[in-house]
C-alpha cells in the first residue's frame, strides 16, 4: 500500500456523467449538508416519513449523554417495511432476491414469497416458545433461508444475533454464551470451493453444556434426515407446519432488532446492539441516496450476512427499498475468476458493493477476466471494509466501471450501523478519500486531547453527535458502550480510526488506530488471537500484530515465548495454526508465526504490540508512536 505522505497529496477528482447527475436522488450535496446540520432531527423525520410507523413517534431525539433514543414512543417493524409495505404495493411478484450457490444453482423469491417464509418462520419460532426479547443465535451461511431467519426474528421482536459462518466452535461459544441464546439456527453445511463445510460438529461442540441454548434448528440441505437422529427441530418441517401468516408485531421504536459482535482491543468480542427505528431509517436512506437506488434497479453486495454489511445493505436497507438483490454463497473466484462478473452480466446488476480486498484479488487474475464479459448494466460500484488504494481504485473504475461508472466509498463501521462518510453519486470523488460526511452526521480529526487538527494531519476520527442507526450499548457491559463515547475529551464518539482530511474536505481513512487487525476487511482482535494461541499447552505467551499485505490489507503475525519442554518447529507451526483455525476460525489463522524468547512489555506487563510492529516494518519506535497509542 502506497505511503501516507503519497496518499495525503491526492488531488485528483472524478466528476460523474450527466446520466448519473441527472438520475440522482440529491443532486446538491454542499447545500443539503448545509441545511442537515441546521436541523438534524428534522433531516432524519423527513426521512422517517417515508416509511411505515404504526404509532408516530412523539419526539425524534432524546439524548442523554452518552445514550441516544430516537422516534422515541413510535412503533413499527422493519419486517412490515421491508415486506408487507412492498406487497401492499403491488410488488408481490417483484423479486426480492435471487440467490446463487458455487454449483450454478439458482434460486429466485419474490417480496410475497419471503413475506410467507419469513411468517411462517416466525410462527413456528412462537411455537417452540420463543418470544419478544429472546435471544435467537444464526450460525447458517448467506442464503435466504438465514435472512428469512433474521426477517421471522424482527418480526416477532426476538433479539437475533448472526455469527459467521466462518466462526468456529470457539468463537461460536463466545458469542452463544454472551447473549445466552435460547436456540440456534443453523444449516448442515456452507459451501466453500466445491466443498461442503460442516457447521453441525462444530455447533454441537461450540453448545457442550450451554444449558439455555433450548433449542436447535437445523436447515438440513441435502434432506439427509439429521435432525431427528440428533435431537434437533428440522427447519423445513417447522416451515411447512406453521401458518403462513404471521402479524409484524408493533415494536417500540428503540426495542431491540439484533446483536451483532465484533472485535475491539481488549477482551472478548462486543456485543453490538442495534434497535429498531433509527437503525431503520438510516439503513434506509443510506441504500436510496448512496446507492442511488431506484425502482427497477438490481442490487449486489458481495459480503456476507454475518458482517454488519450483510445486515443493513444485504437485508434492511435494501429490502426497505424493495429492489430486487443477489445473494451469493461461496467463494467469488470458485469455479473461476468469473464468477462474479458473469452474474452482473447475466442478471443486469447496476449496483455492486465489495471490499478492496476483492479487488486487489481480481487484479491479481488480470483484466481478461472481466473483460470476457457485458458490464455495461453497472452504474454504480462501492467499497467497504478498508481502505481502498488509489490503485485498487482505479483498477475498479476502468475494468469493472468500464470508465462510466461512480466509484462510492462507504466508510463506516459495526457500530455506526450504516454509511457514514462517503462520497454520493453525484458529487465528484478523489479516489482513495472515502470523501465528506453524510447528511446531519458531524466528524473531526483530533488528537487524543480532542483538540481539531489542521487539514492533512493525521489524527483520530470522531463523530460529534449522535445519529440515528448508532449503537446503543454493547450487550451487558454499558462501560464498554461508554467508552467510545468518553475515551477523547469533548464528549465524542471516538471511531478509533486514522484519519486526515484535505483542504476540500475530503476525508482519508488511513486505518486503525488501535490493536484491531483488518484482514481482508474482517475485524480481528488480537486479544482474540493471543488467547487461542496460549489456550495450546505449547505457548506460554503470545503477541499478535497487524502485518501490511499487498492483497489481504494486512495479515496476522504471532510471536510466541514456548513453554518449557517444549522445541519451535514446522510441525509446531502448523499445530498452533490448525489450533487457532479450530478455535476461531481460518480468518483468524496468524499467516506467520515466529517463535521468540522475550516480548516486550511495560512495566505494568502489558506487551508493547507496537514495538514489534515498528521492528517488523523497519521504522523507529518514534514514527510509528505518531500513528498509534
Ligand atoms: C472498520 C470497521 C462497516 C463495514 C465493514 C467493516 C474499516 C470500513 C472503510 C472504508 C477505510 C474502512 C475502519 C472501520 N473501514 N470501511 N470505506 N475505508 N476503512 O465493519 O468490521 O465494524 O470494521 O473497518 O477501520 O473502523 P467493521
Redesign the pocket.
Given at each position: 500500500m502506497e505511503n501516507i505522505e503519497v496518499l495525503l497529496k491526492i488531488k485528483e477528482k472524478y466528476y460523474p456523467s450527466e446520466d448519473i447527475i441527472k438520475k440522482a436522488w440529491i443532486k446538491d450535496y454542499e447545500n443539503l449538508y448545509k441545511e442537515s446540520l441546521q436541523d438534524r432531527e428534522g433531516f432524519w423525520a423527513k426521512v422517517a416519513e417515508e416509511l411505515h410507523w404504526f404509532k408516530k413517534w412523539d419526539k425524534v431525539l432524546e439524548w442523554n449523554f452518552p445514550y441516544a433514543r430516537w422516534f422515541v414512543g413510535g412503533k413499527t417493524n422493519i419486517t412490515y417495511n421491508c415486506l408487507d409495505r412492498h406487497v401492499q404495493n403491488g410488488k408481490r411478484n417483484k423479486l426480492a432476491y435471487i440467490y446463487l450457490d458455487e454449483e450454478g444453482r439458482e434460486v429466485k423469491v419474490t417480496y410475497g414469497e419471503l413475506l410467507e417464509l419469513v411468517c411462517r418462520i416466525a410462527n413456528g419460532m412462537k411455537s417452540l416458545g420463543l418470544k419478544k426479547g429472546d435471544r435467537v443465535s444464526i450460525y447458517m451461511p448467506n442464503s435466504v433461508e438465514a435472512i428469512a431467519v433474521m426477517l421471522a426474528c424482527a418480526r416477532i421482536g426476538v433479539i437475533h444475533s448472526v455469527v459467521f459462518a466462518g466462526f468456529s466452535e470457539g468463537a461460536l461459544r463466545t458469542r452463544v454464551k454472551d447473549a445466552r441464546a435460547k436456540a440456534v439456527f443453523t444449516a448442515s453445511y456452507t459451501q466453500r470451493r466445491g466443498k461442503k463445510i460442516d457447521l453441525i460438529s462444530v455447533l454441537e461442540k461450540a453448545i457442550e453444556n450451554l444449558d439455555f441454548v433450548e433449542k436447535v434448528i437445523l436447515w438440513d440441505r441435502d434432506k439427509e434426515g439429521i435432525s431427528s437422529s440428533k435431537g434437533f427441530v428440522d427447519f423445513e418441517e417447522l416451515v411447512k407446519e406453521a401458518d403462513s401468516f404471521c402479524k409484524a408485531e408493533e415494536v417500540n421504536s428503540e426495542d431491540p432488532l439484533f446483536i451483532l459482535y465484533?472485535?475491539g482491543t481488549t477482551g472478548k468480542p462486543k456485543g453490538?446492539l442495534h434497535t429498531t427505528g433509527g437503525y431503520m431509517v438510516q439503513t434506509y436512506y443510506t441504500s436510496k441516496v448512496i446507492f442511488d437506488l431506484h425502482e427497477d434497479d438490481v442490487f449486489w453486495c458481495s459480503?456476507d450476512i454475518g458482517?454488519?454489511?450483510g445486515h443493513?445493505y444485504i437485508v434492511y436497507g435494501i429490502l426497505a427499498n424493495g429492489v430486487t438483490s443477489l445473494v451469493v454463497e461461496g467463494a467469488p473466484d470458485y469455479p473461476d475468476p468469473g464468477r462474479w462478473w458473469s452474474y452482473i452480466e447475466k442478471f443486469r446488476v447496476n449496483v455492486f458493493y465489495t471490499?478492496?480486498t476483492a479487488i486487489r484479488m481480481f487484479m491479481k487474475y488480470g483484466e481478461k477476466w472481466p473483460s470476457k464479459y457485458d458490464l455495461s448494466s453497472l452504474r454504480i460500484l462501492g467499497?467497504?471494509?478498508?481502505?481502498?488504494n488509489p490503485e485498487a481504485w482505479h483498477w475498479y473504475h476502468k475494468n469493472i466501471g468500464r470508465g462510466r461508472c461512480v466509484i462510492v466509498?462507504?466508510?463506516?463501521?459495526?457500530?455506526?450501523g450504516a454509511h457514514m462518510?462517503?462520497t454520493i453519486p453525484s458529487y465528484p470523488a478523489k479516489p482513495g478519500k472515502?470523501g465528506k460526511p453524510f447528511f446531519t452526521v458531524e466528524v473531526d480529526i483530533v488528537d487524543k486531547e480532542g483538540k481539531s487538527l489542521p487539514p492533512n494531519t493525521v489524527g483520530l476520527l470522531v463523530i460529534k453527535s449522535p445519529w440515528p442507526s448508532m449503537l446503543r450499548t454493547c450487550w451487558g457491559e454499558p462501560e464498554r458502550y461508554e467508552k467510545y463515547w468518553n475515551s477523547i475529551p469533548g464528549k465524542v464518539y471516538n471511531?478509533?480510526?486514522l484519519a486526515s482530511y484535505d483542504e476540500e474536505g475530503y476525508i482519508m481513512?488511513?486505518?486503525?488506530a488501535d490493536d484491531?487487525i483488518?484482514v481482508a476487511?474482517?475485524?480481528i482482535g488480537t486479544m482474540e488471537v493471543e488467547s487461542a494461541l496460549v489456550d495450546h499447552p505449547a505457548v506460554a505467551e503470545a503477541a499478535v500484530i497487524g502485518k501490511p499485505h499487498e492483497l489481504k490489507g494486512e495479515i496476522i503475525k504471532a510471536f510466541v515465548i514456548l513453554k518449557e519442554g517444549y522445541q519451535p518447529s514446522e510441525d509446531l507451526i502448523r499445530q498452533l495454526k490448525d489450533h487457532v483455525r479450530k478455535e476461531l476460525g481460518p480468518i483468524a489463522v496468524p499467516e506467520e508465526i515466529v517463535f521468540v524468547e522475550k516480548l516486550p512489555k511495560t512495566r505494568s506487563g502489558k506487551i508493547m504490540r507496537r514495538i514489534l510492529k515498528a521492528k517488523e516494518l523497519g521504522l523507529s519506535i518514534g514514527d510509528i508512536s505518531t500513528l498509534e497509542d
Open positions: 465484533t472485535s453490538v459480503a458482517w454488519i454489511t443493513s471490499a478492496p467499497s467497504v471494509g478498508e481502505p481502498i466509498d462507504t466508510w463506516w463501521q459495526t457500530e455506526t462518510v462517503t472515502a471511531t478509533d480510526d481513512i488511513l486505518g486503525r484491531v483488518n476487511g474482517h475485524r
